[in-house]
């Protein structure tokens, strides 16, 4: 009865790993999970005040699919953030990033259409593609290149291609492309008939001196045609908010539109009305800052720490919260009287024998390593990196 649409799609390994560490968790089991993409710092009171009181001004009716002052909110941060100008007609509210990147994808890809999807990537991805009958194709990176793609990737592999996904700060890598590194993707695109997907859903939480770059804003040929995709989840601790929008041509937005009314309608209203806080209180942007510091420091202090794991070696992370650390060294080994031959193995040891979750790298596209989060408190990543260095002594 299922269609070959659904059959062919995987279940999201991290949603299933969380899913997993948290039933331990019910049981009783002590588990340190370094394994779910979501900040662990509350929604700042300042979004969650004017939620409410939209509540109780009796804003819980259909709303516009998108609530002008938002749109109008989201266009002045695009101007003044990131350098883009855009009308309130090229900006789609959606539930959440992933939706709007859903409904981009059915928007565009026809049976057959390939899309190109750097590696490491999202493990939603190339399901998404999947999921509108399109052909995902992976373009490999390496830790020794950064797990960064080049120009000269994006011009071999876009002959018939019609889609490239580019997603800086990196799920799950950690990885953030410098403005130089982007502006020469851009102009390889530039020279292919390719139109970009830009996920910067992590864009204010980048580290060091290497700031975000809003992909479409890099030349004014690309801004027609990229689709720039955000929300709110990650930067304000919005996850169950869900909330994200997409900014691009506005013949590609009012597809996205058209999807959604018959599929969802209009996002939450009264969320929306916290959303509008998030980008006009000054007090949500100095809880970023907050945030991104400690985010900062977690981070840092989680790649130290694995690189005096004897056979681990992970990489700074520059933005998001993830550290994806090699950890192949381990394979062909009996660890905690596990037999470990892939990171898919290598994550039910830690979990059954240490008692850690984390999510394997197979997921997503990279079986040598392991994605952990620092999304987390200090005392909880030390706790749990003492375990996997005891279990891997």
């Not at 999970?33 to 969650?48: H, R, V, Y």
């Not at 309130?88 to 049976?111: E, M, R, S, W």
């Not at 062909?332 to 059954?352: C, K, N, P, Y």
């Amino acid at each position: 009865m299922l269609s070959q649409r659904v059959r062919s799609v995987s279940a999201s390994a991290t949603v299933a790993i969380t899913t997993r560490a948290k039933q331990l968790q019910a049981d009783g089991i002590d588990v340190i999970s370094l394994a779910a993409g979501e900040p662990d710092f509350d929604t700042p009171q300042c979004i969650k005040d004017a939620a409410k009181a939209a509540l109780d001004a009796g804003d819980t009716k259909y709303n516009p699919r998108c609530g002008k002052a938002l749109l109008e909110a989201i266009a002045a941060k695009l101007r003044d953030e990131n350098g883009l100008s855009v009308t309130t007609d090229q900006i789609v509210v959606t539930f959440g990033g992933k939706h709007a990147l859903y409904d981009a994808f059915q928007a565009t890809i026809d049976p057959g259409d390939r899309v190109l999807i750097p590696a490491p990537y999202w493990v939603s991805y190339p399901e998404m593609v999947r999921l509108a009958a399109g052909e995902p194709v992976v373009l490999p990176t390496t830790a020794a290149g950064g797990f960064k793609i080049t120009p000269k990737q994006v011009l071999d592999a876009a002959e018939g291609a019609k889609v490239l996904v580019i997603n800086s700060p990196s799920n799950p890598s950690g990885v953030t492309y410098t403005r130089q590194e982007l502006h020469a993707i851009g102009q390889a695109v530039l020279k292919t008939n390719l139109f970009v997907f830009s996920d910067e859903i992590y864009e204010k939480l980048t580290y060091g001196d290497i700031g975000p770059t809003c992909f479409a804003s890099l030349d004014p040929a690309l801004a027609e045609r990229t689709l720039t995709v955000n929300g709110l989840a990650k930067t304000f601790s919005m996850t169950g908010w869900r909330l994200g929008w997409a900014a691009g041509p506005a013949k590609l937005v009012a597809a996205i539109r058209k999807i959604m009314s018959h599929e969802t309608t209009n996002p939450v209203s009264f969320a929306q009305a916290g959303a509008l806080a998030a980008y006009t209180d000054p007090r949500a942007a100095d809880a970023v800052v907050v945030m991104r510091n400690e985010f900062a420091r977690r981070g840092k202090h989680m790649a130290d720490r694995l690189n005096t794991i004897d056979g681990v070696n992970c990489i700074q992370p520059t933005g998001a919260f993830y550290c994806f650390p090699d950890v192949s060294s381990h394979y062909g080994r009996t660890i905690g009287g596990a037999e470990v031959a892939d990171s898919l193995s290598f994550a039910a040891a830690a979990l059954d024998q240490a008692n850690v979750a984390l999510v394997p790298g197979v997921a997503f596209g990279d079986d040598n390593c392991v994605r952990l989060s620092f999304a987390t408190s200090m005392e909880q990543i030390d706790k749990g990196i003492d375990r996997l260095q005891k279990l891997l002594a």
